[in-house]
């Protein structure tokens, strides 16, 4: 899953090391660069080599095979260069639990991704910061048809909830934690032309309005931790289940962060990898996540005429 391993690459550098052992895959004892002999130091005897898989091997030794390393390494591996690694992670991806709980619980799933995307790169709760400067929960009321959702606030021109990072780690920034003096409430995004979102209109080309600035739309000055790419072509979409499912995006338990990989979903969850409590509970406990146990398919109740793909009639709220 593209969205969390790129944020976990950020945060503990943790899969560098698998992705070259993955990459690799065969522990490079000595390598000729094309096949030639190595430029060696004066009064040095070259090394007999014989060549094994296509590499050059110095005589008596023997390739040493290093398998691609399992998600659990890339666990070990990081937890081992961070002590605090498990309280970070839970940290970092509370906004998205709690969005993915959200969702689970009203049925609407809001999610940041590049249209094309079958992941999102965030999972988006009410709390979650607009462009505007105002929460979600501070616009009005959404619906999973929601397709602008205006801000609420008296005297905000913003016509459309977007997600906006509002926490250096969501653009992959992780060294202003470390800083003493960091004040995280006053991070804020950034255009190129150095202004803040909030100093740009929240409405129509989102143009800066600092004083003297010619800035005339903003211009991210930085990446989505998810998929390396620019905020602006990045869209918030507000979906129901059956949504997703037709789009072949996840949903239900699948929608959790890591919900592949059940070490780190427990330590999202509940901040120990081995405590599956809170995710026992989500998908056998009352109330839990449904888990496509509804109608869906050729039994489902017909969905306005029978077109499952049209059938949603776009909200304006
Ligand atoms: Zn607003
Ligand atoms: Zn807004
Ligand atoms: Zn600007
Ligand atoms: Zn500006
Ligand atoms: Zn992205």
Redesign the pocket.
Known sequence: MVTTFGTLNNTGQSSRTSRGGAAGNQAMVVRGRGGQAMQLPKGMQPIPMREEGGMLIPEGYTMRKIEPAKNYDVVSFAKAMNQDFAPRLKKLFDPETEAALEAQKTGIYIGWRCPEFKHDCQRVNKMSK???G?LLGE?AQYTAKSLRVK?AQGG?K?QA?VWTPSRPEDVGEFWHQRRRDFDPSTWRAKCRCKHTHEEHD?AGSRRCKSRGCSCGHFDSNFLCAACDKHWEIHETFFESEQDRIEKGLPYGEMYLPFAEMPDLRNIALTGREDDDSTYLALTQGEGSIPQSNRPVGNNAPANFGGNTKSGFKPVYD
């Open positions: 607009c462009f505007c105002h616009h801000c905000c913003c909830f929240p």
